[in-house]
């Protein structure tokens, strides 16, 4: 366990350059932008005075070099200061802070989700390979794959609310009732079913395709043959021997997609009005908050880090290779 | 051509080509069919598809025709999904081609670029990218190349690696061939297979970004995009859902296609799966 | 005589439509006796292989066993079920592969790996099945089989996975034991382990071994009876004393004959001059980490000095991972060196770097070791030869008059200068390698493992030739090899490599008749076959008198 904990963290350590070079570029792009923050601030309470624009302008730093902003704004970040919002008007930590749990809990979902069918489907898939079932899920794969997200949200808000009034076309748990212990995991349960599903189908497609490739894979390689030469049954084989094995792709895929789901959850997000990190992006792109917005995004690829050292740890552990000498 | 045998001799490729030719078709035809701008206002809104036979598709809230959007749609996903590719493409190799092809500090510093820019969620980027320079087509077009390259860099790169040491690469550094002959002239066309079949991948994903960019009202309002005209439904969703469904549809099977031309080249490219 | 264990009546394996050929195994029939040891030899696409895998029931998807039998004990094989074929594998028919690396899971220990055949076959307890899996693993002479148990594939050498596969295949005991290759994987010194290793097993519990094998001198280490195949037909079969010593089918006569005798040859007075001196080179890899404790140098080649004469061949051997290649490498300029001189012609060009470099990096070209990877797949054969005198400026068509020769020279049709190298065969590729390397007109060829990768018979071919231009071009020779009888034929010098070091260098007849460093007289004893030596077939050794 000791050894995989060095390994993550030594994985972890490696990506600090990376991470230095997206603040660098999220400083530039800031620069870039027409218009700075106290613009934005003006636009929002309707103008002011010029010495009180020059006085703002002092108390954001925005009168010095560019360079020694860029080293305030790495030292701010650096204590997590993400600075403040300005059509919200809080520290931009809070908001996101606030909206962090709701994006966690749909990624979640979704991902586990889309791995255990994914996994299912693709060795229901392999097992019966160049078969009907094999060709009629990779079809079905293959749909979902191509399927957009936001119009099959769109669609099962028709079917599933509208029409059969089965699911609740949007929100995040009832509004108005104080429900409390199971009651309210239910609830918010209740309304994560279409998000989750809508979100979950594209990644089960890619689950699906690549555990089918991994297994077909796997199945050529020559300890299997061994297996059989030991006698074993096909279903003792496939357990025991390549499913592990193929395991080991779709593992390092959790880590690649972290970052394309939360990109995803952003219009997943918008449509059912979940109060998640997706939504915050989008509501500062339209009021052209990019504080806000360059805070999601920094706290964004923070997240995507993280899944990816458990994602690191979780296949050290499967992999004796990783660890061993 | 035995390739493009095997390649027509799989449904799945077929399917695939005919679908996209025809996608290609309608694109094509899109002035023909339908002249001037098709988010003009046509007739009265709402029509329901198949009543009209002016407006065989329908009309959508504000009195625009659904079936010349989509037709003029069909022109703006292609360009953007093939544009954006090909910047894509390009970005990668080269990247990745300077990457595995030097090694050392060079490709140190282009690996912690691509590890940058895979660590940030690609729709966010896109999102700050328009936020920042503003969504007129073009801009889109590039933001979604921007943001679609590292995948291509990381494959083109392990090709690389994998070919830089293989004897035909050492006998042609014996012979006394230039590094740049060596890297494009001897690697780059083993390398480029594996990097045309992902090209399938990218063309997808840039449709479905900017049909979702769209769908959020954020892409080029100038445009006639399907991904708008669903987004515009979505105020009608209660009654007249059609007006979110065809488009929709239309971009599943555009996307549908190109992963199926790609399913289609892999197999023909990987007979080992094939022969199973 | 012992009992008949297996006995294998007129048996066909049809191969799928589009093969090259219809029938994989062609009639074949054989007899398996307890207590003894059957080599089945034959060069690739004999049909060994599937042979044994039609024993075991694991013939690839299409290929089937569409006539005779494999009777085993009063049963035929062909008609079991999958559920009967799984109770005889592992159980009756033990099976060990060619390459132990990938033929163990490596996600699960080799204790676990083993006890799965107790498991599967037998009702044992868990405590009863770890003492036989120790004591197996005591019985391949496992150092330290405890912790082996314990530890996982990727942990183990080579040879260790090997004795790991043996030790699980013989797990209950079989009646019979299929090894499929089961040393060509390994160097020369393991495989002499293993061979001993599986004689000692075979004898003590009367084991029924069939051996597969393309090694003639394996064969006669380890033999009792001998079957040749050649393209799916049975040829000739005996006792080993007999198909080895008089052979009576002219393909296994030439399949032996093509076995390069031990002893080198005459020896020959050889050029004074100095063509190539290398001093003190040395060459390391630093484990690149971006960390402190995971730094690690490893000498991939350690302080090696030595004289090449103009016109000699200086053999360079040693086994997998002797720095043998990296040296190589490094004379080519293919890798830098940390330190040392490489003297070509009294001039170091261990430092030159672009035009002066390409000046005399021309005079020194190298011919590769896999016939598959060394040729451009995607330009034809003609312009991957013309391309090296037309980047030294000649012109294109000279360059075009200058392969024509070359090709004519090294056995091919000129003609095939316009196909893609996937048109031809090993053998021919190699040439087309030949080929490209004397375009450029050097003086020194150096040749990395040039016919390991080929058929015996291929390779006798293809080092004939070398031998023939050699003497035609009065080309100077570095002759990279692991396999020491291609050594003894062609090399006038020897050095012996062995972790990065020369541990001994000399005249060819001396290192090979009174080797002094133990390590040479090692590898000369683990050379399989050493006691038998065949007629030659070719003289391989002229001299260059001056």
Redesign the interface.
Known sequence: MLHILTLAF?RL???I???V??LI??FL?LQ??PGDTVDALLAQIGGAESSVIDEMRHHYELDQSTSSRLINYLWRLVHLDLGQSAIYNKPVSHMILERLPATLLLMGCAMLLAFTFGTILGILSAQK??RWPDTLISILG??F????????A??G??VFS?YLNWLPPSGFGSIGESLTGMAAIVDIAWYLILPTTTLALVYLAIYLRIMR?SL?EVS????V?????????RR?ILV??IL??AMLPMITLIG?QA??????S??IE??FAIPGLGRL??D???Q?D?NT??G??FV??IL??II?FIVDMLYAK????IT?? | MAILKDYFRSPIARVGTILLLLIIFIALTADWFFPGNPLRLAGRPLQWPFVNPKFILGTDQAGRNIAAQLFHGAKVSLIIGLVSTLIAIIIGVVIGAISGFYSGWIDDILMRLTEAFQILPNFLLLLVGVAVFGSTINIVIIAIGVVSWPPVARLTRAEFLSLRNREFVQAGKTIGMSSTRLMFKEILPNALPPVIMYASVILSTAILMESALAFLNLSDPNISSWGNLVGNGRLVLRQQWYVSAIPGIAILLTVLSASLVGQGINDALNPRLKKR | MNRKRLSIKNLTITLPQGADRKYAVNDVSLDLYANEILCIVGESGSGKSLLSNAIMGLLPDGVTASQGEIDFNGDNLLTYNEEQMRKIRGAHIGMVFQDPMTALNPLKTIGKQISEMFTIHTKLSKQEINQKVISLLTDVQMPNPLSVAKAYPHQLSGGQRQRAMIAMALALEPAILIADEPTTALDVTTQACILALIRELQSRKGTAVLFITHDFGVVADIATRIAVMQQGKLVEQGFANEVLNAPTHPYTQALIAAVPPLTPGDVRRINKEIILEVNNLSKTYHNHSFFKQNRRTTYAVDNVSFKLHRGSTLGIVGESGSGKSTLARCIIKLLEIDNGQINFENVDIANLKGKKLKHYSRHIQMVFQDPYASLNPRRKVGDQVTIGPILHGITKQQAIEKAKALFNMVGLDSEALNRYPHEFSGGQRQRIGLARALALEPKILIADEPVSALDVSVQAQVLELLTQLRKQLGLTVLFITHDLRVAAQICDHIIVMKSGKIVEQGIASQVFLNPTAPYTKDLLDAVPGKGWNPHRLIDMSPAIHI
């Open positions: 030594r350590l490696t990506t350059p990376a991470l070079i997206i570029a999220l792009l870039l932008a390979v160049n293959l749909i794959y191509s399927t957009p997200s936001f119009w099959l769109l669609m808000i028709v509208i490739a077909l050529t390689l020559d300890f043959k061994t297996a059989k030469a030991k006698g074993l049954s003792k025991n021997h592990r094995n690649l970052g394309t789901m939360l990109g995803g952003v219009v918008t449509i992006a989008y500062s792109v339209v052209r990019l917005l360059l999601v995004v964004s690829a995507v880090i990816n499967l992999d004796p290779r061993g000498h």
